[in-house]
Protein backbone atom coordinates (compact mmCIF):
# COMPACT_ATOMS: atom_id res chain seq x y z
CA UNK A 1 0.00 0.00 0.00
CA UNK A 2 1.52 3.50 -1.44
CA UNK A 3 0.41 6.52 0.57
CA UNK A 4 1.41 10.21 -0.53
CA UNK A 5 2.04 12.75 1.46
CA UNK A 6 0.04 15.65 0.57
CA UNK A 7 -1.57 18.49 1.94
CA UNK A 8 -5.41 19.26 3.33
CA UNK A 9 -6.26 22.85 2.54
CA UNK A 10 -9.35 23.13 4.62
CA UNK A 11 -11.62 26.50 4.83
CA UNK A 12 -14.79 26.96 6.70
CA UNK A 13 -16.83 30.39 6.18
CA UNK A 14 -20.36 31.67 5.28
CA UNK A 15 -22.60 29.90 2.69
CA UNK A 16 -23.05 32.47 0.17
CA UNK A 17 -18.57 32.51 -0.95
CA UNK A 18 -17.86 28.61 -0.50
CA UNK A 19 -18.97 27.54 -3.87
CA UNK A 20 -17.18 30.78 -5.36
CA UNK A 21 -14.28 29.68 -3.39
CA UNK A 22 -14.20 26.08 -4.36
CA UNK A 23 -14.30 26.70 -7.78
CA UNK A 24 -11.68 29.07 -7.55
CA UNK A 25 -9.35 26.41 -6.14
CA UNK A 26 -10.51 24.34 -9.57
CA UNK A 27 -8.76 26.95 -11.78
CA UNK A 28 -5.81 27.44 -9.49
CA UNK A 29 -4.73 23.75 -9.53
CA UNK A 30 -6.92 21.82 -7.22
CA UNK A 31 -8.42 18.24 -8.84
CA UNK A 32 -11.88 18.85 -7.05
CA UNK A 33 -13.34 19.51 -3.46
CA UNK A 34 -15.73 18.55 -0.97
CA UNK A 35 -18.57 21.14 0.43
CA UNK A 36 -19.76 20.16 3.86
CA UNK A 37 -22.68 21.39 5.52
CA UNK A 38 -21.51 22.90 9.39
CA UNK A 39 -22.96 24.63 12.07
CA UNK A 40 -20.95 26.51 14.83
CA UNK A 41 -20.23 29.90 15.98
CA UNK A 42 -17.07 32.16 15.18
CA UNK A 43 -16.68 35.70 15.92
CA UNK A 44 -18.39 37.12 13.10
CA UNK A 45 -20.87 34.56 12.75
CA UNK A 46 -23.55 37.30 12.60
CA UNK A 47 -22.70 38.28 9.21
CA UNK A 48 -24.51 35.28 7.65
CA UNK A 49 -27.51 35.98 5.10
CA UNK A 50 -28.83 32.72 5.03
CA UNK A 51 -32.26 33.41 6.88
CA UNK A 52 -33.16 30.25 8.46
CA UNK A 53 -33.52 30.00 12.20
CA UNK A 54 -31.98 25.93 11.92
CA UNK A 55 -29.79 24.01 10.39
CA UNK A 56 -26.33 24.97 8.97
CA UNK A 57 -25.60 28.63 7.67
CA UNK A 58 -22.17 28.09 7.33
CA UNK A 59 -19.84 25.78 4.94
CA UNK A 60 -16.75 23.86 5.28
CA UNK A 61 -15.01 23.05 2.15
CA UNK A 62 -11.86 20.70 1.59
CA UNK A 63 -9.40 20.53 -1.10
CA UNK A 64 -6.58 17.59 -0.86
CA UNK A 65 -3.44 19.12 -3.11
CA UNK A 66 0.11 19.55 -3.38
CA UNK A 67 2.12 22.11 -1.16
CA UNK A 68 2.03 24.63 -4.25
CA UNK A 69 -1.36 24.05 -5.22
CA UNK A 70 -2.06 24.70 -1.29
CA UNK A 71 -0.10 27.74 -1.10
CA UNK A 72 -1.66 29.30 -3.99
CA UNK A 73 -5.05 28.57 -2.62
CA UNK A 74 -4.51 29.92 0.97
CA UNK A 75 -3.14 33.34 -0.67
CA UNK A 76 -6.18 33.70 -2.58
CA UNK A 77 -8.42 33.40 0.04
CA UNK A 78 -6.68 35.59 2.36
CA UNK A 79 -6.52 38.17 -0.39
CA UNK A 80 -9.98 38.16 -1.52
CA UNK A 81 -11.81 36.74 1.37
CA UNK A 82 -10.81 37.74 4.35
CA UNK A 83 -11.28 41.68 4.78
CA UNK A 84 -15.42 41.30 4.29
CA UNK A 85 -15.95 37.51 5.09
CA UNK A 86 -16.56 35.21 7.84
CA UNK A 87 -14.11 32.73 7.01
CA UNK A 88 -11.33 30.59 7.87
CA UNK A 89 -8.76 28.47 6.69
CA UNK A 90 -6.44 25.79 7.65
CA UNK A 91 -3.74 23.45 6.12
CA UNK A 92 -3.03 19.58 7.73
CA UNK A 93 -0.45 17.50 6.30
CA UNK A 94 -2.31 14.04 5.05
CA UNK A 95 -0.95 10.60 4.11
CA UNK A 96 -3.62 9.98 1.05
CA UNK A 97 -4.34 6.16 -0.83
CA UNK A 98 -4.14 6.95 -4.49
CA UNK A 99 -2.32 10.50 -3.93
CA UNK A 100 -1.08 10.29 -7.74
CA UNK A 101 -4.38 11.65 -8.56
CA UNK A 102 -4.23 14.92 -6.79
CA UNK A 103 -0.78 15.50 -8.58
CA UNK A 104 -1.44 17.93 -11.94
CA UNK A 105 0.46 16.21 -14.33
CA UNK B 1 -36.34 78.15 19.28
CA UNK B 2 -37.13 74.45 20.19
CA UNK B 3 -39.92 75.26 22.80
CA UNK B 4 -41.60 77.36 20.43
CA UNK B 5 -42.09 74.84 17.72
CA UNK B 6 -43.29 71.95 20.66
CA UNK B 7 -45.85 74.51 21.69
CA UNK B 8 -47.02 74.99 18.33
CA UNK B 9 -46.94 71.31 17.61
CA UNK B 10 -49.16 70.55 21.37
CA UNK B 11 -51.39 73.07 20.00
CA UNK B 12 -52.35 71.79 16.73
CA UNK B 13 -52.60 68.10 17.99
CA UNK B 14 -56.18 69.01 19.04
CA UNK B 15 -56.85 70.15 15.38
CA UNK B 16 -54.96 66.96 13.75
CA UNK B 17 -56.56 64.46 15.69
CA UNK B 18 -60.02 66.50 15.02
CA UNK B 19 -59.35 65.03 11.58
CA UNK B 20 -60.18 61.62 12.32
CA UNK B 21 -63.32 61.21 13.52
CA UNK B 22 -64.77 58.60 16.16
CA UNK B 23 -65.89 56.51 13.23
CA UNK B 24 -62.96 56.31 11.12
CA UNK B 25 -60.21 55.49 14.35
CA UNK B 26 -63.15 53.08 15.31
CA UNK B 27 -62.31 51.84 11.81
CA UNK B 28 -58.64 51.84 11.47
CA UNK B 29 -58.70 49.81 14.89
CA UNK B 30 -61.18 47.42 13.24
CA UNK B 31 -58.70 46.99 10.46
CA UNK B 32 -55.67 46.41 13.04
CA UNK B 33 -58.16 43.82 14.78
CA UNK B 34 -59.19 42.13 11.82
CA UNK B 35 -55.40 41.64 10.75
CA UNK B 36 -53.75 41.05 14.03
CA UNK B 37 -55.94 38.49 15.72
CA UNK B 38 -55.83 36.02 12.66
CA UNK B 39 -53.70 32.66 13.09
CA UNK B 40 -50.77 34.23 10.39
CA UNK B 41 -49.73 37.34 12.88
CA UNK B 42 -50.39 35.42 15.70
CA UNK B 43 -47.91 32.12 14.68
CA UNK B 44 -45.25 35.20 13.65
CA UNK B 45 -45.83 36.58 17.50
CA UNK B 46 -45.37 33.08 18.94
CA UNK B 47 -42.13 32.36 16.76
CA UNK B 48 -40.58 36.12 18.65
CA UNK B 49 -42.04 35.13 21.62
CA UNK B 50 -40.73 31.29 21.48
CA UNK B 51 -37.12 32.83 20.69
CA UNK B 52 -37.06 35.62 23.23
CA UNK B 53 -37.82 33.00 26.18
CA UNK B 54 -35.50 30.46 24.55
CA UNK B 55 -38.18 28.07 23.76
CA UNK B 56 -38.11 24.67 21.85
CA UNK B 57 -39.74 25.04 18.47
CA UNK B 58 -37.51 23.80 15.90
CA UNK B 59 -38.64 24.41 12.11
CA UNK B 60 -36.21 22.09 9.97
CA UNK B 61 -34.33 24.02 7.84
CA UNK B 62 -35.33 21.48 4.99
CA UNK B 63 -39.30 22.01 5.67
CA UNK B 64 -38.80 25.58 5.77
CA UNK B 65 -37.10 25.66 2.21
CA UNK B 66 -39.68 23.12 0.97
CA UNK B 67 -42.66 25.45 2.12
CA UNK B 68 -41.20 28.76 0.20
CA UNK B 69 -40.68 26.45 -2.50
CA UNK B 70 -44.16 25.67 -2.35
CA UNK B 71 -45.21 29.24 -1.69
CA UNK B 72 -43.51 30.09 -4.76
CA UNK B 73 -45.17 28.03 -6.45
CA UNK B 74 -48.74 28.40 -5.95
CA UNK B 75 -48.24 32.42 -6.01
CA UNK B 76 -47.18 31.63 -9.34
CA UNK B 77 -49.13 29.19 -10.40
CA UNK B 78 -52.81 30.74 -9.27
CA UNK B 79 -50.92 34.04 -10.64
CA UNK B 80 -50.66 32.61 -14.00
CA UNK B 81 -54.07 31.03 -13.96
CA UNK B 82 -55.69 34.46 -13.14
CA UNK B 83 -53.76 36.50 -15.78
CA UNK B 84 -55.22 34.17 -18.15
CA UNK B 85 -58.92 34.72 -17.50
CA UNK B 86 -58.14 38.61 -17.36
CA UNK B 87 -55.87 38.31 -20.96
CA UNK B 88 -58.93 36.08 -22.22
CA UNK B 89 -61.18 39.06 -20.86
CA UNK B 90 -59.60 41.65 -21.41
CA UNK B 91 -56.26 41.20 -23.35
CA UNK B 92 -53.39 43.58 -22.07
CA UNK B 93 -55.83 46.87 -21.52
CA UNK B 94 -56.49 46.23 -18.25
CA UNK B 95 -52.92 45.10 -17.14
CA UNK B 96 -50.14 47.22 -19.20
CA UNK B 97 -51.08 50.62 -16.88
CA UNK B 98 -49.81 48.32 -13.53
CA UNK B 99 -47.43 46.20 -15.24
CA UNK B 100 -45.99 50.50 -16.16
CA UNK B 101 -46.33 51.38 -12.68
CA UNK B 102 -44.83 48.54 -11.13
CA UNK B 103 -41.23 48.87 -13.45
CA UNK B 104 -41.70 52.61 -12.36
CA UNK B 105 -41.43 51.95 -8.25
CA UNK B 106 -38.96 49.23 -8.85
CA UNK B 107 -36.56 51.84 -10.00
CA UNK B 108 -37.79 54.33 -7.85
CA UNK B 109 -37.77 52.85 -4.23
CA UNK B 110 -34.29 51.83 -4.46
CA UNK B 111 -33.25 55.03 -5.27
CA UNK B 112 -35.56 56.87 -2.75
CA UNK B 113 -34.16 54.84 -0.13
CA UNK B 114 -30.69 55.13 -1.24
CA UNK B 115 -31.00 59.03 -1.26
CA UNK B 116 -32.37 58.57 2.86
CA UNK B 117 -29.99 56.28 4.05
CA UNK B 118 -26.87 58.10 2.35
CA UNK B 119 -27.60 61.55 3.06
CA UNK B 120 -30.09 62.23 5.81
CA UNK B 121 -28.48 58.86 7.54
CA UNK B 122 -24.98 59.41 6.60
CA UNK B 123 -24.50 55.96 6.01
CA UNK B 124 -22.00 54.36 3.99
CA UNK B 125 -21.79 53.81 0.58
CA UNK B 126 -21.80 50.42 0.83
CA UNK B 127 -24.63 50.12 3.60
CA UNK B 128 -26.83 52.62 2.02
CA UNK B 129 -27.06 50.45 -1.41
CA UNK B 130 -27.10 47.26 0.73
CA UNK B 131 -30.20 48.00 2.44
CA UNK B 132 -31.49 50.10 -0.52
CA UNK B 133 -31.11 46.68 -2.39
CA UNK B 134 -33.54 45.29 -0.17
CA UNK B 135 -36.21 47.72 -0.10
CA UNK B 136 -36.12 48.51 -3.85
CA UNK B 137 -37.14 44.82 -3.84
CA UNK B 138 -40.26 43.17 -2.36
CA UNK B 139 -41.52 40.10 -0.36
CA UNK B 140 -42.86 37.26 -1.58
CA UNK B 141 -44.24 36.35 1.87
CA UNK B 142 -45.55 39.69 2.65
CA UNK B 143 -47.51 39.56 -1.03
CA UNK B 144 -49.49 35.93 0.57
CA UNK B 145 -50.19 37.89 4.02
CA UNK B 146 -51.40 41.20 2.13
CA UNK B 147 -53.38 38.99 -0.01
CA UNK B 148 -55.02 36.48 2.73
CA UNK B 149 -55.78 40.03 4.77
CA UNK B 150 -57.75 41.49 1.37
CA UNK B 151 -59.50 37.76 0.65
CA UNK B 152 -60.84 37.92 4.56
CA UNK B 153 -62.10 41.31 3.95
CA UNK B 154 -64.31 40.40 1.20
CA UNK B 155 -62.15 42.42 -1.02
CA UNK B 156 -60.06 40.23 -3.39
CA UNK B 157 -56.84 41.81 -5.18
CA UNK B 158 -57.45 42.06 -8.78
CA UNK B 159 -55.76 38.90 -10.85
CA UNK B 160 -52.91 39.77 -11.58
CA UNK B 161 -51.20 40.77 -8.47
CA UNK B 162 -48.98 38.32 -8.65
CA UNK B 163 -47.21 38.95 -12.15
CA UNK B 164 -46.89 42.66 -10.30
CA UNK B 165 -44.49 40.99 -7.57
CA UNK B 166 -42.87 38.91 -9.95
CA UNK B 167 -41.89 42.78 -12.08
CA UNK B 168 -41.22 44.47 -8.92
CA UNK B 169 -38.34 41.09 -7.53
CA UNK B 170 -35.58 42.33 -9.65
CA UNK B 171 -35.07 46.39 -10.96
CA UNK B 172 -34.48 47.39 -6.82
CA UNK B 173 -31.99 44.93 -6.70
CA UNK B 174 -29.98 45.50 -9.84
CA UNK B 175 -30.44 49.21 -9.86
CA UNK B 176 -28.97 49.39 -5.80
CA UNK B 177 -26.55 46.85 -6.80
CA UNK B 178 -25.10 49.29 -10.04
CA UNK B 179 -25.37 52.38 -7.23
CA UNK B 180 -23.16 50.73 -4.87
CA UNK B 181 -21.19 49.37 -6.96
CA UNK B 182 -20.71 52.36 -9.19
CA UNK B 183 -19.49 54.77 -6.29
CA UNK B 184 -17.93 52.71 -4.22
CA UNK B 185 -15.45 51.12 -7.19
CA UNK B 186 -13.03 54.63 -6.36
CA UNK B 187 -12.83 53.93 -2.65
CA UNK B 188 -11.59 50.44 -3.77
CA UNK B 189 -9.43 51.59 -6.17
CA UNK B 190 -8.16 53.82 -3.59
CA UNK B 191 -8.00 51.23 -0.67
CA UNK B 192 -6.06 48.68 -3.57
CA UNK B 193 -3.18 50.69 -4.76
CA UNK B 194 -2.71 52.08 -0.76
CA UNK B 195 -2.18 48.42 0.06
CA UNK B 196 0.03 47.88 -3.12
CA UNK B 197 -2.24 44.60 -4.46
CA UNK B 198 -4.39 44.66 -7.92
CA UNK B 199 -8.20 45.27 -7.41
CA UNK B 200 -10.40 42.66 -6.93
CA UNK B 201 -12.56 41.58 -9.75
CA UNK B 202 -16.20 42.63 -9.14
CA UNK B 203 -19.01 40.10 -8.69
CA UNK B 204 -21.93 42.06 -10.26
CA UNK B 205 -22.62 40.36 -13.29
CA UNK B 206 -22.48 36.97 -11.22
CA UNK B 207 -24.92 38.26 -8.18
CA UNK B 208 -27.37 39.90 -10.80
CA UNK B 209 -27.26 36.80 -12.97
CA UNK B 210 -27.92 34.94 -9.73
CA UNK B 211 -31.23 37.44 -8.67
CA UNK B 212 -32.67 36.94 -12.21
CA UNK B 213 -32.01 33.38 -12.20
CA UNK B 214 -32.39 32.38 -8.21
CA UNK B 215 -35.41 30.24 -6.87
CA UNK B 216 -37.68 32.74 -5.99
CA UNK B 217 -37.91 34.28 -9.90
CA UNK B 218 -37.70 30.52 -11.87
CA UNK B 219 -40.51 29.62 -9.82
CA UNK B 220 -42.51 32.38 -9.41
CA UNK B 221 -42.08 33.06 -13.13
CA UNK B 222 -41.90 29.55 -14.52
CA UNK B 223 -44.95 28.57 -12.17
CA UNK B 224 -47.00 31.89 -13.81
CA UNK B 225 -45.95 30.96 -17.18
CA UNK B 226 -47.53 27.41 -16.80
CA UNK B 227 -50.80 28.42 -14.77
CA UNK B 228 -51.10 30.97 -17.99
CA UNK B 229 -50.35 28.40 -20.57
CA UNK B 230 -52.23 25.10 -19.05
CA UNK B 231 -55.49 27.77 -17.81
CA UNK B 232 -55.66 28.62 -22.12
CA UNK B 233 -54.71 24.67 -23.42
CA UNK B 234 -55.99 22.52 -20.48
CA UNK B 235 -59.54 22.13 -20.12
CA UNK B 236 -61.36 23.03 -16.52
CA UNK B 237 -62.03 20.05 -15.77
CA UNK B 238 -58.32 18.72 -16.14
CA UNK B 239 -56.79 22.03 -14.40
CA UNK B 240 -59.02 21.26 -10.96
CA UNK B 241 -57.11 19.66 -9.49
CA UNK B 242 -54.13 21.69 -9.46
CA UNK B 243 -56.17 24.41 -8.18
CA UNK B 244 -57.43 22.55 -5.66
CA UNK B 245 -53.39 22.07 -4.53
CA UNK B 246 -52.25 25.63 -5.13
CA UNK B 247 -55.05 28.03 -4.62
CA UNK B 248 -54.50 30.96 -2.44
CA UNK B 249 -57.47 30.92 -0.34
CA UNK B 250 -57.21 26.36 0.45
CA UNK B 251 -56.44 25.26 3.46
CA UNK B 252 -52.72 24.41 2.40
CA UNK B 253 -51.49 27.34 1.45
CA UNK B 254 -53.15 29.07 4.46
CA UNK B 255 -52.02 26.31 6.65
CA UNK B 256 -48.11 26.29 5.55
CA UNK B 257 -47.94 29.71 5.54
CA UNK B 258 -48.81 29.84 9.52
CA UNK B 259 -45.53 27.24 9.43
CA UNK B 260 -43.74 29.77 7.16
CA UNK B 261 -44.42 32.86 9.59
CA UNK B 262 -43.60 30.58 12.38
CA UNK B 263 -40.29 30.38 10.78
CA UNK B 264 -39.87 33.78 10.53
CA UNK B 265 -40.57 35.12 14.02
CA UNK B 266 -38.05 32.39 15.25
CA UNK B 267 -35.41 34.28 12.75
CA UNK B 268 -37.07 37.77 13.54
CA UNK B 269 -36.41 37.04 17.43
CA UNK B 270 -32.63 36.55 17.22
CA UNK B 271 -32.87 39.58 15.15
CA UNK B 272 -34.71 41.39 17.81
CA UNK B 273 -31.01 41.70 19.76
CA UNK B 274 -29.59 43.70 16.77
CA UNK B 275 -31.67 46.40 16.91
CA UNK B 276 -29.75 47.79 19.87
CA UNK B 277 -26.65 47.95 16.88
CA UNK B 278 -28.18 49.46 14.31
CA UNK B 279 -29.67 52.66 15.82
CA UNK B 280 -32.61 54.70 16.00
CA UNK B 281 -32.18 56.40 12.79
CA UNK B 282 -32.45 53.01 10.64
CA UNK B 283 -35.76 51.76 13.20
CA UNK B 284 -37.27 54.92 12.01
CA UNK B 285 -36.13 54.09 8.55
CA UNK B 286 -37.55 50.73 8.50
CA UNK B 287 -41.00 52.01 9.95
CA UNK B 288 -41.28 55.47 7.75
CA UNK B 289 -39.95 54.27 4.04
CA UNK B 290 -42.23 51.15 4.01
CA UNK B 291 -45.13 53.86 4.92
CA UNK B 292 -43.99 56.34 2.04
CA UNK B 293 -43.42 53.71 -0.31
CA UNK B 294 -46.49 52.14 0.37
CA UNK B 295 -48.53 54.73 -0.02
CA UNK B 296 -46.72 55.66 -3.47
CA UNK B 297 -47.58 52.18 -4.18
CA UNK B 298 -51.48 52.93 -2.94
CA UNK B 299 -51.68 55.94 -5.13
CA UNK B 300 -50.27 55.22 -7.78
CA UNK B 301 -51.84 51.70 -8.23
CA UNK B 302 -55.16 53.46 -7.73
CA UNK B 303 -54.38 55.47 -10.89
CA UNK B 304 -53.21 52.56 -12.77
CA UNK B 305 -56.96 50.79 -11.82
CA UNK B 306 -56.07 48.40 -9.25
CA UNK B 307 -59.71 47.89 -6.67
CA UNK B 308 -59.39 48.12 -3.33
CA UNK B 309 -57.77 45.01 -2.33
CA UNK B 310 -54.90 45.39 -5.08
CA UNK B 311 -54.13 48.74 -4.20
CA UNK B 312 -53.90 47.50 -0.41
CA UNK B 313 -51.61 44.59 -1.34
CA UNK B 314 -49.64 46.62 -4.04
CA UNK B 315 -49.07 48.93 -0.90
CA UNK B 316 -47.81 46.23 0.79
CA UNK B 317 -45.43 44.57 -2.16
CA UNK B 318 -44.11 48.01 -2.49
CA UNK B 319 -43.74 48.95 0.67
CA UNK B 320 -41.82 45.41 1.94
CA UNK B 321 -38.32 44.57 1.85
CA UNK B 322 -36.76 41.37 0.06
CA UNK B 323 -34.57 38.92 2.66
CA UNK B 324 -34.62 36.43 0.25
CA UNK B 325 -33.19 37.25 -2.82
CA UNK B 326 -31.40 40.43 -1.65
CA UNK B 327 -29.37 39.56 0.98
CA UNK B 328 -26.55 37.03 -0.60
CA UNK B 329 -26.97 39.53 -3.88
CA UNK B 330 -25.65 42.26 -1.88
CA UNK B 331 -23.23 39.95 0.13
CA UNK B 332 -21.22 39.53 -2.82
CA UNK B 333 -21.31 42.77 -5.12
CA UNK B 334 -20.88 44.92 -1.69
CA UNK B 335 -19.09 43.00 0.75
CA UNK B 336 -17.81 45.69 2.89
CA UNK B 337 -21.67 46.60 3.54
CA UNK B 338 -22.64 45.44 6.70
CA UNK B 339 -25.57 42.56 6.72
CA UNK B 340 -26.69 42.72 10.13
CA UNK B 341 -28.21 46.38 9.19
CA UNK B 342 -29.87 45.36 5.81
CA UNK B 343 -31.11 42.24 7.41
CA UNK B 344 -32.41 43.33 10.61
CA UNK B 345 -34.08 46.37 9.09
CA UNK B 346 -35.84 44.20 6.35
CA UNK B 347 -36.57 41.21 8.69
CA UNK B 348 -36.86 42.38 12.17
CA UNK B 349 -38.47 45.85 11.46
CA UNK B 350 -40.02 46.28 8.10
CA UNK B 351 -41.44 42.70 7.77
CA UNK B 352 -43.07 42.67 11.15
CA UNK B 353 -44.24 45.90 10.86
CA UNK B 354 -46.03 45.60 7.56
CA UNK B 355 -47.65 42.14 9.20
CA UNK B 356 -48.89 43.99 11.98
CA UNK B 357 -49.21 47.40 11.24
CA UNK B 358 -48.90 48.36 7.63
CA UNK B 359 -51.28 45.67 5.26
CA UNK B 360 -54.67 47.49 7.82
CA UNK B 361 -52.74 50.79 7.22
CA UNK B 362 -52.64 50.76 3.70
CA UNK B 363 -56.26 49.07 3.44
CA UNK B 364 -57.21 52.75 4.90
CA UNK B 365 -54.81 54.43 2.41
CA UNK B 366 -56.64 52.69 -0.19
CA UNK B 367 -59.72 53.53 0.70
CA UNK B 368 -58.83 57.37 1.34
CA UNK B 369 -57.42 57.42 -2.35
CA UNK B 370 -60.86 56.07 -3.54
CA UNK B 371 -60.54 52.68 -4.53
CA UNK B 372 -63.57 50.38 -4.35
Redesign the interface.
Known sequence: MQLYPLKLVTVVGESVIMEDIAKEAVKLGASGYSLIDVTGQGSRSARNVLVVSSGSKTVKAEFVVPIDIAEKILEHISHDYFEHYACIAWLSDVQVLRGERYIAK | MLTDTFTMACDQTPVVLAAFDAEQVSRILKSLGQNLLTPIPLCFLL?IIC?RIHGGI?????L??SIAIFLLMSIGFIGGHELAHEYQAHGVTTIWKPALVTLLLGCVTPITSFVVLRYLGGLSIADSAGIAAHYGSTSAVTYAVANSFVEQTGHAANSYLPTLVTILECPGIAIALVIGAALSARERAERAAAAG?PV?ES?LGEALYEVITGQSIMLMAGLLLIGFISTIFMPEKGLEPFLEFFKSKGMLFRGVLCIFLL?MG??AG?KLS?LLKVGPFLVAFGILMPLIHGFAGVYLGHLAGLNLGGCTVFGAIVSSAS??AA??A???TL??A???LS?TAA?AITFPFNIAFGIPIYFEMAKWVGAT
Open positions: GTKIPKEYLRKKELVEDYIPPVRLPENPTIL
